[in-house]
């Protein structure tokens, strides 16, 4: 069982999750044809509900799971490291039951405060039935992240990344293959074919854990989960308080990350409906800015996902040895790999917003405005991640507290004035939404590394100095993208069209950014030229060398 470097992880969950999140992606296009406007409404209450209560159960253990694992295991503290294994399952058996029972009692409460008295649209008796559906998720996912987080905690990211895409395949082929047989083949109604659409979740969970339980059971030696250890002097009840200690904070963030959705999706419906549109309208922004926009912002999401599966194990150890030099090393590489991949590609899809809405979901001018926005939401969303997680690494979780809690706030107070300055200016009111959590991610950004900077010590002139550069090649792939949109003609009401725009125009201005960036030395500068004179090597066969 093969243990990752930093680097060598950030790649490999890198790649699994964009694979995964490209399935995400482009499930979509079908799904959202086959189960419409409203449909798609009903799937975003849904899963926003989910997420709430998937955050609750599961965000803080796996990342804390993975930190204790590979803090005791730097130690030598085998004993200690297998019973905080077994523990974390036992604590996460009991919040998995809590939140699924909450769910199937408290599915129309929590319906009914979502949609308020929007008529016209889904009903609460709608959105309750579906939060029911997806609660099962609730039994089985939280296991399947301890596991990820015990193989993460020991630098094993393959298996973890593989367990990914096997979980969303399964969902997806479930999620499509019921939808269209309930719809087109039995007649059933909508709300019974997102119903089974997110049941899904729980199957796909379940395939995924099996995997991951079976690859756990055939490396037991090697991870050291025979038994055959000393004991080590530190009781249960000390590895519970700092599995607590360690997942809380985590739990937070993500739960804030969750709270920014709903709020969002609470106030544009309430804002949306005194503004006197109609409910269609309404229900369309509203999963078009929670659901079906961070859809095609997965891709983005994704590299800050890799980054910190990989970053975690690696800061906790160099924390632990009070190794600073490499603590801030590993966060100034993670910053740069981050800004590297997700730049370009944030403003990439920017300028071809409107192609790439009319390609997944059919034309529709409020979708490409919303896409146009809500990337850059997705960018801040992903430097805030990284920056938060280099706080939990480093123990700094009152930090935490104060940026997650802090940029929440600022999101919910400026959403409602947002919309309507917006709407008084002539810009689509839904923007100010989008506009609010943007700042209160910037606010959030900017506390957490002025708290490291202070703290730490940590130094970013080298980052800052790469990100100047890293303008450059952008910049000229930016001409590039525009100039290709002006002269290649495209109909937007034609998903064809679109497809061809965006396949052209992206695969040029991606070479035209790497080849210059490779040419300036930022490549070889931020993930090293050994590294990358082997993974070239690889890809050609040997038969390139640099």
């Given at each position: 069982m093969k243990k990752s470097s930093f680097v060598e992880g950030t790649i490999i969950a890198t790649i699994s999750i964009v694979v995964t999140k490209i399935l995400g992606m482009f499930y979509v296009i079908p799904f959202y044809a086959i189960i419409g406007v409203q449909g798609s409404a009903l799937y975003a209450y849904a899963y926003m509900f989910y997420n709430i209560f998937l955050d609750i159960s599961t965000a803080g253990l796996p990342i804390a799971v993975s930190k204790i694992i590979n803090e005791y295991n730097t130690l030598g503290m085998m004993d200690a490291k297998n019973r905080a294994y077994h523990l974390a399952k036992k604590i996460m058996g009991f919040l998995a039951v809590s939140i699924f029972i909450i769910m199937i009692v408290f599915a129309p409460a929590l319906s009914q405060t979502l949609i308020g008295d929007l008529q016209g649209g889904n009903t609460p008796q709608d959105v309750a039935f579906v939060i029911r559906c997806v609660a099962f998720a609730i039994l089985i996912v939280p296991f399947l992240s301890v596991e990820k987080g015990y193989l993460q905690g020991h630098k094993i990211i393959n298996i973890s990344s593989g367990s990914q895409v096997i979980e969303q395949i399964v969902r997806i082929a479930i999620l499509l293959i019921g939808s269209y047989l309930i719809i087109n083949v039995f007649n059933g109604s909508v709300t019974l074919a997102v119903g089974?659409?997110?049941?899904?979740?729980?199957?796909?969970?379940?395939?995924?854990?099996?995997?991951?339980?079976?690859?756990?059971?055939?490396?037991?030696?090697?991870?050291?989960?025979d038994n055959n250890y000393g004991l080590d002097n530190i009781t249960n009840k000390e590895i519970t308080k700092k599995i607590f200690s360690y997942a809380i904070p985590f739990i937070i963030i993500n739960i804030v990350n969750s709270l920014y959705n709903f709020t969002d999706m609470t106030l544009i419906l309430r804002t949306m409906n005194y503004l006197k549109l109609s409910a269609n309208d309404v229900e369309?922004?509203?999963?078009?800015?929670?659901?079906?926009?961070?859809?095609?912002?997965?891709i983005i999401a994704s590299i800050a996902m890799g980054m910190t599966t990989s970053l975690i194990p690696t800061m906790v150890s160099a924390y632990t040895l009070k190794n600073w030099d490499e603590v801030n090393s590993k966060f100034n590489q993670a910053l740069q790999i981050l800004l590297f991949l997700s730049i370009p590609m944030t403003v990439g899809i920017s300028l071809l917003s409107q192609s790439i809405w009319s390609a997944f979901y059919g034309y529709n001018i409020s979708g490409g405005y919303i896409v146009a926005l809500s990337i850059f939401n997705g960018l801040c969303n992903n430097i805030?991640?990284?920056?938060?997680?280099?706080?939990?690494?480093?123990?700094?979780?009152?930090?935490?507290?104060?940026?997650?809690?802090?940029?929440?706030?600022?999101?919910?107070?400026?959403?409602?004035?947002?919309?309507?300055?917006?709407?008084?200016?002539?810009?689509?009111?839904?923007?100010?939404?989008?506009?609010?959590?943007?700042?209160?991610?910037?606010?959030?950004?900017?506390?957490?590394?002025?708290?490291?900077?202070?703290?730490?010590?940590?130094?970013?002139?080298?980052?800052?100095?790469?990100?100047?550069?890293?303008l450059v090649p952008t910049i000229l792939m930016i001409g590039v993208v525009v100039l290709l949109k002006a002269v290649i003609p495209t109909d937007y009401t034609?998903?064809?069209?679109?497809?061809?725009?965006?396949?052209?125009?992206?695969?040029?201005?991606?070479?035209?950014?790497?080849?210059?960036?490779?040419?300036?030395?930022?490549?070889?500068?931020i993930f090293g030229h050994e590294y990358i004179k082997r993974l070239i090597k690889k890809l050609t066969f040997g038969k390139i060398s640099i």
């Open positions: 089974l659409s997110v049941f899904g979740a729980f199957v796909a969970g379940f395939v995924a854990y099996a995997f991951v339980r079976y690859q756990v059971a055939k490396h037991q030696k090697e991870l050291n989960n369309f922004v509203t999963s078009a800015v929670i659901t079906w926009a961070p859809k095609i912002n997965m805030f991640m990284v920056t938060s997680i280099a706080l939990q690494g480093l123990n700094k979780f009152k930090t935490v507290y104060i940026t997650t809690i802090t940029g929440l706030v600022c999101n919910a107070a400026l959403d409602v004035p947002l919309m309507l300055l917006y709407n008084k200016i002539g810009i689509p009111p839904y923007l100010g939404a989008v506009s609010a959590s943007i700042i209160g991610y910037i606010i959030s950004i900017t506390i957490t590394l002025t708290s490291l900077k202070r703290d730490c010590k940590l130094k970013y002139k080298d980052t800052f100095k790469e990100l100047g550069r890293i034609s998903r064809l069209s679109c497809i061809i725009l965006i396949l052209i125009t992206s695969l040029s201005g991606a070479i035209v950014y790497l080849l210059v960036a490779f040419k300036m030395g930022i490549v070889s500068k």
